[in-house]
């Protein structure tokens, strides 16, 4: 008999992985990978899996989507449980006391699944810090094969004392596995510090050269590293060997660097830091900070070609213009965007030796070269002018975190302090996308709103629980205050509830006072009576209520337009926060996650200023002429421009832009901080048309919507420009005029057309200025206009339309050979943009992009647990091909060279992109992650604007892949009879499912990488069949993680993808105590043995 609620917590477990429904088959699938068998609906004493969920209503809710398919979504959980909660606990001015009306069934955006936006640190904090005395577990790894593996010395801090026995769970793991299946878990891409770089250039050797140098590294590296990478470092940053004599000197240039003794019985083992004067000015926090969106500057070039005989330096006007230019591009500016945008912006031409001597401009800039085999490629980095110290980790929400003067006097003038209590300021959560409570906005620069969760909402909870009960109705109760004060802080019931609240007086009147809430962000005036002193112990917890400011919004941040659409869609309503810049007033982007579509909140509120007159008027029967057909997208779907006031008065704003951009010379219109929804303008067959930011690939690469031709590109951001504030208003007040229709009366439907339909209709209408086109019909629902398209003013007649002679071809006749697909890039011609811009289709993944609704950036789903592992979990299938063709890669393609690693015992920093469990993960070298990002941005800049081609694909062959908008490097597994492929990404270690027409050749530029993803196992424990809980555990505990790996062997193979290591892992983002994961898994095991 199947064990009842383990299948139900695994159930769970897939449904919360996927907040917006997951179809029935993949249920069953995704069951099946993350406990290895199908769901026992039968040994349930059910016949069919959907009456065994129908049974389950507390667990699964089943409904039927549009096209009929059936969906399974997560019943109430935990998590909604405490979302309904804290939306009826809100107090508002306008509906005091009273629940607001909000769909908790809310899906998370997952993290990225590496860092995209900054460069992780080089070197994490290694075990043993400092030697703070925790044990030096090299002396106990010998003994990790007895009855402990290793437990002695190495993981001395115990979680928990008290031993519940529950189930079979171990006690000290129950809270873990239990909160894991009840909630999504929102892991965030940890970033890295501040770091302050320098570089030199080889001179002879002499020791005040080399104290210098170390003094830069140290600079990068604040938080330290061992002796033994020194000689590494210094090689790859001065192309020069480190003098062995300076190693023996460190210990005597106290002025320069530290040189510390670990735990360790080995005394090579030593560890290097800043010297002490400037670590104790600085005290550089040696955690990591996930959420920092400060410029970092990269070390310089790993491999940079040295440079040729030059001019000796650049004048200073130059140097202050490009110095301009990088501050605008706070994530890197490649190399060879200098020319056109230095022309673009100072309108002259920059001296061509700049480019070929990179090297002087190393004082105002950092330069890296991530594709080593390709010195043109490099990207420049603005020096921070900042000292070393400025990563202090600004968003942890500690209540007893030092308070600056700034923060004082802030809180000073708002009267804030009470006597000899002060309240801790609130802290941003680490969240990427934390979620919030919107209480109200009277002003987009200033809404007012609560974040939710651990430490903010469920804290506020416990403590007005504490309060109601403090401030009980016995007479023990404390008396009202007497006295009142303006500024001072109070405890205060409220009016239509027993409910006891902390407040700030703003005002005090005769028999009745006006406070503040300031954990729930309203007013309101109540009777003295009802005011209390607060009491010390309430002071510890942050005041909830805070502000945020909405980008894009700041100009029309009082429009009653916008605030209107703000109040229909936020107020009241439990949001998505992306924050894009944090501050005292953080810069967000709210997403409403709660429908079938993310809606992007800050672009919808930006439409209301639409003026709707200078819309494209359609009316059903209505014949339409001078239409122009601006794209053709691979799914069938048409975009048009109709004549209309909308479309003249855009083109007039446009033409005067150019001739704005011309006479301005300033870099004020460079784009520096893209998000999903803004708007912009961009290069469109030579001149600047709008555009809005549909998704971001990093900070360096996005995709785009040419929202009033209808077409869909992938660029670099330097490309991207402000629309200038003269013309703003009058530019946002114009629909877009790319209007999306469909052929009407075809007999195949949109996403089934052949690539010949495709190609005959482009042929047709794409060069075609004279169009004409009648309306059919109008789908509101699918933002789609139904019509009959002709190449003259013929619309009388049907027959003349390119539907009908479409219908009487042989065009839609499917050939055996072409599998059909909705997302392969549209064959737009790459010559109508600009040299980087794409012709992609207007869709993504399936669902396309309409120009009247807010486009969102693409949510990755966050999966409990990996998809397979290994390449032993993939089926097995019949490798059916399409037709060969000269296109497949060859089996002689040159693979990239192997990863390099140290040698056995030494420590490596690494990424876990995926956790299957303790015998089954994949890391990623920490240290050269930015390459990974640097590739990928490079592979959609090429292959979105590359023509699909039959290709041969073969099985154990490597290819590049588009999965979910990003391209990949990929080894094929298998293909299948229906024209997907099950492929293997080389870089993540992940099994997805893609379209044949997904795959392109992988060139040789992109060979060039290593393959970043390898397999490994956990050192210091038993082989044995690891539980799903203590799959959870493990998971929870290094997945999505930035970790040292102390390697302890390494398994060659043929392959790259097939080397396995064998490491012990240790998170060290803990100041105060070092984590060896193979303790906390060898206790749980031994717990787990012990209750059985």
């Not at 044990?135 to 106990?140: E, L, M, S």
């Not at 990591?288 to 006007?317: G, Q």
């Amino acid at each position: 008999m199947a064990d009842v609620e383990l299948v139900k917590k695994m159930l769970r477990a897939v449904l919360q992985a996927n907040k917006s429904g997951v179809s029935l088959s993949r249920l069953q699938s995704e069951y099946k990978e993350l406990t290895g068998e199908q769901i026992p609906h039968k040994q349930m004493g059910h016949n069919h899996l959907d009456a065994l969920l129908a049974s389950m209503p507390t667990l699964v809710r089943i409904e039927r989507n549009r096209s009929g398919e059936t969906m399974c979504f997560a019943s109430g959980s935990n998590e909604t449980a405490h979302l309904a909660k804290v939306v009826a606990r809100q107090r508002s001015s306008k509906k005091t006391g009273r629940p607001h009306l909000v769909n908790t069934q809310m899906r998370v955006k997952p993290a990225a699944p590496l860092v995209l936006n900054a460069k992780p640190q080089t070197s994490l904090r290694q075990p043993n810090h400092r030697g703070r005395g925790h044990g030096d577990f090299r002396q106990a790894r010998d003994m990790r094969d007895g009855q402990s593996e290793g437990k002695t010395g190495a993981h001395p801090h115990k979680m928990g004392t008290v031993r519940n026995k529950r189930m079979t769970l171990p006690s000290r793991f129950q809270k873990e596995v239990h909160a894991h299946l009840s909630r999504n878990s929102q892991q965030t891409a940890p970033l890295n510090l501040n770091e302050s770089p320098g570089s030199g250039k080889g001179k002879p050797y002499n020791p005040q050269q080399v104290q210098g140098r170390i003094r830069e590294i140290l600079g990068k590296y604040s938080n330290g590293f061992w002796v033994s990478k020194l000689p590494q470092i210094y090689r790859e940053l001065y192309k020069q060997d480190l003098p062995t004599e300076s190693i023996k000197d460190l210990e005597t240039w106290t002025h320069i660097c530290t040189v510390e003794k670990t735990c360790s019985s080995n005394p090579s083992e030593l560890l290097l830091y800043p010297a002490k004067e400037q670590t104790a000015t600085s005290s550089p926090s040696p955690t990591l900070n996930p959420d920092s969106t400060s410029a970092p500057s990269p070390p310089s070039s790993s491999s940079s070609p040295s440079p040729p005989s030059s001019p000796a330096t650049l004048s200073p006007d130059l140097k202050l213009k490009l110095e301009e230019l990088l501050v605008k591009y706070s994530n890197g500016l490649w190399a060879h965007a200098l020319p056109k945008l230095f022309q673009d912006t100072y309108k002259t031409k920059l001296p061509g030796h700049v480019l070929e001597n990179l090297h002087l401009l190393s004082d105002i800039c950092t330069i890296d070269y991530p594709m080593p085999d390709n010195p043109k490629r490099a990207i420049l980095y603005r020096r921070s002018s900042t000292g070393v110290g400025e990563g202090e980790d600004e968003n942890c929400n500690r209540r007893n975190s030092s308070i600056s003067e700034e923060e004082l006097m802030v809180r000073q003038e708002l009267g804030r302090r009470l006597s000899n209590h002060a309240v801790p300021s609130l802290q941003i959560p680490k969240e990427e996308y934390p979620s919030v409570l919107v209480v109200e906005a009277t002003n987009t620069n200033a809404v007012i709103l609560r974040y939710i969760g651990e430490g903010y909402s469920q804290a506020q909870e416990s403590m007005e629980d504490e309060m109601r009960e403090f401030y009980g109705l016995d007479q023990s109760s404390p008396c009202p205050l007497s006295s009142l004060s303006s500024g001072q802080l109070v405890a205060v019931r409220a009016e239509e509830e027993e409910e006891i609240l902390r407040a700030q007086v703003c005002e005090v009147m005769a028999d009745k006072v006006k406070v503040y809430y300031v954990d729930h962000g309203f007013s309101e005036v109540i009777s003295k009576t009802k005011v209390f002193e607060l009491h010390e112990k309430f002071f510890q917890l942050p005041f909830q209520a805070t502000k945020c400011k909405l980008a894009g919004l700041g100009p029309f941040c009082q429009e009653p337009a916008v605030l209107k659409k703000f109040e229909t869609m936020a107020s009241g309503r439990i949001l998505l926060a992306e924050i894009l810049e944090r501050g005292q007033t953080p810069l967000v982007v709210l997403y409403d996650t709660s429908q079938d579509d993310d809606v992007n909140i800050n672009a919808a509120c930006m439409k209301a200023l639409q003026d709707k007159t200078l819309a494209s008027p359609l009316q059903v029967n209505s014949a339409y002429m001078n239409v122009t057909v601006s794209s053709v997208c691979s799914d069938g779907t048409v975009y048009c421009q109709l004549p209309s006031r909308g479309l003249a008065k855009l083109n007039e704003i446009l033409e005067n832009i150019e001739t704005y951009f011309h006479s301005q010379v300033t870099s004020e219109f460079l784009v520096s901080r893209p998000f999903c929804g803004k708007g912009c303008l961009a290069r469109y067959k030579g001149k600047w048309s709008r555009v809005e930011i549909t998704n971001l690939h990093g900070s360096r690469v996005l995709d785009i919507l040419f929202i009033d031709v209808g077409v869909q590109a992938s660029v670099e951001v330097f490309e991207l420009r402000e629309i200038p504030p003269p013309f703003l208003r009058d530019l946002m007040a114009i629909p877009p005029q790319a209007v999306k229709c469909c052929l009407a009366d075809l007999a195949v439907s949109v996403g089934s057309w052949t690539p010949d339909a495709v190609q005959w209709l482009r042929e047709k209408v794409l060069n075609t200025t004279d169009c004409s086109m009648k309306v059919a019909k109008v789908d509101e629902t699918k933002r789609c206009i139904y019509i009959h398209l002709f190449t003259d003013k013929s619309f009388h007649d049907p027959a003349r339309s390119l539907n009908h002679q479409m219908a009487q071809s042989d065009l839609f006749k499917q050939r055996p050979d072409v599998f059909l697909t909705s997302h392969s890039p549209a064959k737009i011609s790459t010559a109508t943009l600009s040299s980087k811009t794409s012709s992609t289709s207007n869709s993504i993944n399936g669902s396309h992009v309409s120009t009247s609704v807010p486009a969102k950036p693409h949510l990755r789903r966050a999966l409990s647990g990996p998809r397979g592992g290994g390449g032993g979990n993939t089926t097995t299938t019949t490798t059916t091909s399409p037709p060969e063709t000269p296109s497949s890669p060859s089996s002689s393609l040159q693979l990239p060279p192997l990863l390099e690693l140290p040698p056995a015992g030494n420590n490596i920093d690494v990424y876990v992109s995926v956790a299957c469990h303790p015998g089954h993960f994949v890391l990623q070298p920490w240290r050269d992650m930015y390459k990974l990002v640097v590739l990928m941005g490079e592979m959609i800049l090429y292959y979105n604007k590359t023509e699909q081609k039959p290709l041969n694909i073969e099985k154990n062959q490597i290819y590049a892949a588009k999965v979910e908008n990003n391209w990949h490097r990929v080894l094929v597994k298998g293909v299948l009879t229906n024209g997907l492929v099950s492929v293997y990404e080389l870089d993540y270690g992940k099994h997805e499912l893609v379209s044949c027409t997904q795959l392109r050749p992988l060139i040789k530029e992109f060979r060039q990488l290593p393959f970043q993803g390898i397999t490994a196992q956990l050192a210091g424990l038993k082989p044995r069949q690891w539980s799903e809980e203590a799959s959870i555990v493990f998971r929870n505990h290094v997945e999505k993680k930035p970790l040292v790996a102390q390697l302890e062997a390494v398994q060659e193979a043929a392959n790259p993808w097939d080397r396995k290591l064998t490491v012990f892992l240790v998170d060290t983002s803990q100041e105060e105590r070092d984590i060896w994961v193979h303790d906390i898994m060898a206790e749980f095991a031994d717990e787990l043995t012990n209750e059985l």
